[in-house]
């Protein structure tokens, strides 16, 4: 793994071709339950109905629409591949976890990774070592990949 160095806006932008976000969501979600579940803190936190604060690090305009609890591998890791992102965010999580898909449903949440994938050159293959599929599969969550630009 490849830890981030600082870079303006701009250069990430025009940099980054992955980056990964696991995030529990529901209406009823209480982001404090994860934090602690987790033991860790978010990269966001939101309470339906209340603003909260966004990724710039301002407070939203509006209240959420919905309870998240996230965390995200993009400032942390700088590799292409979204292996390193998602392994990451499993170990940061301790994935996989027996007791984590009875928790979700029992507290009407819902959990995914969220993978961005940049691929402007049309030569790019998203592939995720089976063994990480399986420890977030395992623990209740799919796995989403946002290709940039859409494939037609």
Known sequence: MTLRHNASPNQERAQRLAYASATVYGDHLDPTVWTTYFGIEPDISVVKGERFKTPSGRMSTYPGRTGVWGCTSKAAITEDNLDPHLKYLTLRLRLPRPDLPALLVNCGATMRFFCYWSNY???????IDPTLRDAIESSGATIEIDEYPPRQ
């Open 121 to 127: 050159t049309g030569d790019r293959v998203p592939v």
